[in-house]
């Protein structure tokens, strides 16, 4: 049997097909070792690896750097609205040292990051602003069964992608007072915080483009606090600038769920006045926004300049460009306000209410007293319009307001986002059918022009070229390679669903992901892994609402059957979940605490053997995501439906051929569209069906008596049997799960196991199963984020995206 390809080798191959081409590996090897030399100072007796690898990463950065420049400047001009192996080096070991970037949370700042990258390569003239937070992400460590955070000091050996720029660094103030007078509005005595910009290049695969994304990073003023010259107050003053540059310092690492802290106010705003100030710089020195002889107002910078409000984090972008249209540009309230809504749309991205910003009006009026008066405009204004169209009508007036009434006044973000903005948009059709019929609704009433639905997407040249080379050679084999940049090509796939050597190759694919990953896990975890088990995995923020706890019982359940049957013939599946739990978050943490100590036992089991394993993948990250989900076989999404606004990780599995066992929730219910129902494994309560028992009231306790192997394994995790040492350990959890559970795990425990056994049926017959992987990749060109990106541009900011190839630095023309 001939020896599979390594990921070098393949990635050699594909380089030669022509997917992942480098120019000249000569020149390559010059501008290396010149890197290597007068960059780091070292030589080849010396040097780390990790000096190879920042060498390699300056050298690639060379080759982006003319198309750069030359993207900028095609942009001003025209006005438009995985590496392969070279220079003898292990090109897999230097990739294991760049550091992840975890400057978001969970799905939606990777969402963003594709975003990026799709919006490069469809030659948008985008940039992505964002925050240069120190510390991302923090790094997770399972110790004793526990997380624990670690800092993640993704910074410390420098970053060779970004380039600071400090000529275009900028004053946000804080605090102060606001003075009215004959000439207008002023913010006086304000606290200032300097924006220093770092960019980083996005290139565009294929095109020559190269846009920017620019995060910004906070830096006290040269006199911050320098008053009182004696030296015990000028040491205080020069360690007081911390207080100013904490701001960029750490990610808050919440995921759906809102936390009403200054500093988090204080982010947000911090990022939204920098970048502000850089659109209407970058406007005004642009020739649309200003001739040879006159300065122009701001008044076209709709037809110029389009701002995406990612979810509620950046909608003080709002209230923001009505002060500076107001009280610098000396706009009227109406024009700035046409403007404002003009230029503005909003992304939601969660239905949760606990998620849902909301913040005390006391923390504005300290922080941002000028942005509180516009606020309190705005809502006026826009109560005014409710009240002509409801007379009357005060409870509308009490929900639609965006100042909400209570023991402490609040500022709901949703709602000043949504009466800003001239396009507001959910992330899946069935989000954004929910966002109009419940939460949204009084707003879709009024104008139900303003709402869409974008479906999110993920960018194949990540989640599908560079993480698994070998699925992408073998479908270029078939169908050409122009699917890496047109994925709804992958429906010629179909053609193949009959082909003994395609529905080989790709199941060869699969095993040799398997067999690559199961040597990591063996090398990590210390567990001896069936490479021909099921590899059966779920990935994602660890909240209730995602059901980690659903898949526990699951576990319990096949366990206690195994012990129960041990001759049996079972179907094997070694069961992975991975997953942050917010630090602030007991409930989540409880759940990997359980799952932990569910592999305890069930690990330990000499009846079980490797029919079942249990690995919780400790610090689950961006790269952790290119190894595992190339080798998954099932793809566990089952949220309680109507509570996950799309998911993006479901596609990224759907894409790299596993198959998916999940409710009708997100972009579940489009994919199973696409690949067609009968294709994936969905179970469980549909929308209505869950509206349906809130009504009526859910009752655990009536399930946990009457479904028997439910009721075994709630007393099982009661009783102590997976915590001997600590037998009450997960009392609480339980306690939860019968009387307090938002999201129905008993309710839809049944239907899972019953499903769950249709997966390990179809398993035993690997080319059926293989015959539906080729159905759900030949299904999921509708997942790229080009589409998406696409959508976006036509039909919120009036731009047409393209696939033309913009002229090179060094190109003759």
Request: glycine share 6%; hydrophobic share 40%; net charge neutral.
């Amino acid at each position: 049997m001939a020896k599979p390809l390594t990921d070098q080798e393949r990635k050699k191959q594909i380089s030669v097909r022509g997917l992942a081409g480098v120019e000249n590996v000569a020149d390559l090897k010059t501008n290396f070792n010149r890197h290597l030399h007068f960059t780091l100072v070292k030589d080849r007796n010396v040097a780390t690896k990790r000096d190879y690898y920042f060498a390699l990463a300056n050298t690639v950065r060379d080759h982006l750097v003319g198309r750069w420049i030359r993207t900028q400047q095609h942009y001003y001009e025209k006005d438009p609205k995985k590496r392969p192996p070279l220079l003898g080096l292990d090109m897999e070991e230097l990739q294991d040292i760049e550091e992840d970037a975890g400057l978001g949370n969970g799905g939606l700042g990777r969402l963003a990051a594709c975003f990026l990258d799709s919006m490069a390569s469809l030659g948008l003239a985008a940039y992505g602003y964002g925050i240069r937070y120190e510390f991302g992400i923090f790094n997770q460590k399972i110790v004793n069964g526990w997380q624990v955070e670690e800092a993640d000091d993704w910074l410390r050996y420098g970053n060779p992608w970004e380039k600071a720029r400090p000529e275009y660094m900028r004053p946000v103030h804080f605090y102060g007072r606001v003075e009215h007078t004959a000439e207008g509005v002023k913010w006086v005595d304000t606290q200032v915080v300097l924006a220093l910009p770092y960019d980083t290049p996005v290139p565009g695969y294929r095109n020559n483009i190269v846009n920017t994304m620019r995060l910004w990073s906070a830096k006290a003023p040269c006199d911050f606090n320098l008053k009182d010259f004696n030296v015990g107050g000028y040491i205080q003053a020069v360690l007081d600038r911390n207080l100013a540059e904490n701001i960029s310092r750490v990610l808050y690492p919440n995921d759906n769920f809102f936390e009403g802290k200054e500093l988090r106010l204080k982010q947000e705003y911090f990022v939204v006045a920098a970048t502000l100030q850089d659109i209407v710089r970058r406007f005004k020195a642009s020739k649309f926004g200003s001739t040879e002889f006159v300065r122009m107002d701001l008044s076209t910078l709709p037809n110029k300049v389009a701002i995406q409000l990612n979810d509620t984090h950046p909608a003080l972008a709002i209230p923001e460009l009505m002060r500076i249209l107001v009280d610098l540009e000396k706009l009227t309230w109406e024009k700035a306000w046409d403007i404002v809504v003009r230029t503005c749309a909003y992304t939601n991205h969660t239905v949760l209410p606990e998620a849902l910003e909301r913040w005390p009006v006391d923390l504005f009026q300290n922080l941002l007293p000028r942005h509180l008066e516009i606020i309190y405009e705005i809502n006026r204004r826009h109560l005014e319009r409710i009240s002509k169209l409801y007379p009357g009508d005060t409870d509308r007036m009490r929900r639609m307001s965006l100042i909400e009434e209570g023991d402490v006044k609040k500022i709901n973000m949703a709602h000043l986002c949504i009466v800003g903005s001239h396009a507001v948009n959910g992330v899946a059709r069935i989000h954004s059918e929910i966002i109009k019929n419940t939460v949204f609704k009084d707003f879709y009433d009024v104008d139900p022009q303003k709402f869409q639905n974008k479906t999110n997407g993920i960018t194949p040249r990540r989640w599908l070229v560079m993480c698994n080379p070998g699925l992408a050679e073998v479908i270029a084999e078939r169908i050409g390679e122009d699917f890496v940049r047109d994925l709804d090509q992958l429906k010629k796939l179909e053609e193949f669903l009959n082909d003994e050597a395609f529905i080989r190759d790709v199941a060869k694919i699969k095993q040799e992901n398997k067999l690559k990953f199961a040597a990591h896990l063996e090398e990590h975890y210390k567990v001896k892994i069936n490479p021909n088990s099921m590899f059966d995995v779920q990935v994602k923020r660890i909240h209730e609402y995602k059901r980690q706890l659903l898949n526990c019982l699951h576990i319990i359940t096949l366990y206690n059957r195994i012990k129960k049957e041990p001759s049996k013939s079972w179907v094997p599946r070694t069961i992975m979940i991975g997953g942050k739990a917010a630090p602030g978050y007991h409930t989540a943490k409880m759940i990997i605490k359980l799952i932990t100590s569910i592999g305890d036992i069930v690990n330990n089991d000499p009846v079980v053997g490797d029919r079942l394993k249990v690995i919780f993948l400790e610090n689950y990250r961006v790269t952790l995501a290119e190894k595992v989900v190339p080798a998954a076989d099932l793809s566990e999404q089952i949220s309680t439906a109507g509570t996950e606004a799309s998911g993006t990780g479901n596609m990224k599995f759907m894409l790299n051929g596993a198959l998916t066992i999940g409710t009708m929730d997100g972009a579940n219910v489009e994919m199973a569209e696409e690949a067609g129902e009968e294709n994936l494994f969905i179970f469980g309560m549909r929308v209505d069906d869950v509206e349906a028992m809130d009504k009526k009231g859910y009752d655990a306790v009536s399930y946990y008596n009457k479904i028997p192997e439910l009721k075994q394994a709630i007393d099982q995790i009661s009783g102590g049997f997976f915590s001997p040492s600590q037998p009450d350990l997960f009392k609480d959890l339980v306690k939860m799960l019968m009387h307090h559970d938002r999201f129905k795990v008993f309710a839809d425990y049944e239907d899972y196991i019953k499903c769950q056994e249709k997966v390990s049926q179809l398993y035993k017959n690997p080319k059926e199963w293989t015959r539906k992987v080729i159905h759900n990749i030949a299904g999921s060109g509708k997942f790229s984020s080009d589409r998406t990106i696409s959508q976006y541009a036509r039909e919120i900011w009036g731009m047409e995206p393209s696939l033309e190839k913009i002229a090179a630095p060094d190109d003759p023309r």
